[in-house]
């Protein structure tokens, strides 16, 4: 059998009928569209953070598209983030017309350098776009000093950081709007693809509403600002509304896998995830750093165990983003990352026994080389 980084066989099979019974109530319901467990899981992911609003969208990429565009953001502007990022992040900065800025990451949490942003502001730059990478925040003070002192908006990339806290706030609840993926891999993942921008500002959220259905008000009547379809599926919706329930639990699960992991492979050469100062991490991807990684992960081929890097191309070094005038260099932190981490098998229902042989497999790998 080959182990993988993740696989969802095992908690579909836990949690079949549960999600068989939200199928069958979108079916049985004699509305498909928009109706009531969209509604349902817009309600309810709002409540669990706390603000006024969340608005189901399709797919994460979208949700920062949207959430850009509601707080002005648009051509001619600039918006400042990191290349260590999964690429739709860019795409969606390149898709409303606006220049994705990059500053480089920190070494030990490969998070935003937040320290790097201040010199990075022109009259152009519009946001602020922190990506909470790997099931962690970015060090929010800072970004939210200088949008105060700048007039930017925040807008928080929360792909891979459902549940997790900053000093005791969620992710999501520290900027002026925040995307969320719901990819079947994330920490909170439906059976395809869906998204959502949830904000505690009324105006924003009225905007989201309207770029997500074309650009309308009301159901098929007068488009206001031209705009596409970007609705959140209401079999996804109600999917995402019952696993919600669960959501502490997964994550719960997720740090005992970390917990395994940290006991199991200390003192092996690994670099481990380490923690931020004031965070909550949920595991989102398990992460480790090791400076012949390519050799480590052909060691663990051999073994039957295939794993991912996340990344190993930094998005300014990206063929399709060479019209930003970036070069190899230009970020050494983030370059020097791309060639040394990769990624563990990392999910609630990961079987002890494979993430056992995962740990014997590179214990014995680290130690031949």
């Known amino acids: ?29 004699g509305r498909l569209v928009m109706g009531d467990s969209v509604r349902g899981f817009e309600e309810e992911f709002a409540a669990y953070h706390g603000t006024a609003h969340c608005v189901g969208l399709d797919n994460g990429t979208n949700a920062i598209k949207l959430g850009l565009q509601a707080l002005g953001v648009g051509p001619g502007d600039e918006v400042i983030t990191v290349s260590n990022t999964a690429a739709p992040t860019i795409v ?16 030990q949490d490969f998070l935003m350098d937040t320290t790097q942003v201040a010199a990075a502001v022109t009259d152009r730059t519009r946001a602020l776009l922190p990506v909470h990478l790997y099931g962690q925040c970015v060090e929010m003070a800072p970004l939210r000093a200088l949008a105060r002192e700048h007039g930017l908006r925040i807008l928080e990339d929360c792909a891979q950081a459902h549940g997790a806290r900053h000093h005791g706030a969620l992710a999501g609840t520290l900027g002026d709007a925040a995307a969320f993926s719901f990819y079947p891999t994330k920490v909170l993942g439906a059976y395809g693809d869906g998204g959502a921008t949830v904000t505690a500002v009324d105006e924003v959220a009225e905007r989201l509403r309207r770029l997500r259905y074309y650009g309308m008000a009301d159901r098929y009547y007068v488009v206001q600002t031209p705009a596409h379809n970007s609705r959140l599926d209401e079999v996804h919706a109600e999917i995402l509304r019952r696993k919600l329930r669960r959501l502490d639990t997964y994550i719960a699960d997720r740090r005992a896998v970390a917990r395994r992991y940290a006991e199991g492979l200390a003192g092996t050469g690994l670099t481990l995830p380490e923690l931020a100062e004031g965070n909550d991490h949920v595991h989102y991807v398990y992460v480790v750093r090791h400076p012949r990684r390519d050799a480590v992960l052909e060691g663990l081929r051999a073994h039957g165990i295939e794993l991912n890097i996340s990344y190993p191309w930094p998005v300014h070094t990206m063929s399709g983003f060479a ?3 970036y070069r190899r ?8 990352l791309a060639g040394e981490i990769f990624s563990l098998p990392m999910y609630p229902s990961l079987p002890a026994g494979i993430q056992e042989k995962t740990i014997s497999a590179l214990r014995e790998v680290l130690g031949a080389l």
């Open 1 to 29: 059998m080959t182990i993988r980084v993740w696989d969802y066989l095992a908690e579909y099979e836990k949690e079949r009928e549960d999600i068989l019974d939200a199928v069958h109530t979108v079916f049985a319901s």
């Open 92 to 107: 969606a900065i390149d898709s409303v017309g606006a220049t994705p800025v990059f500053v480089d990451v920190r070494e």
């Open 323 to 325: 019209h930003l005038g």
């Open 329 to 336: 260099g230009d970020l050494p932190v983030t370059e020097r």
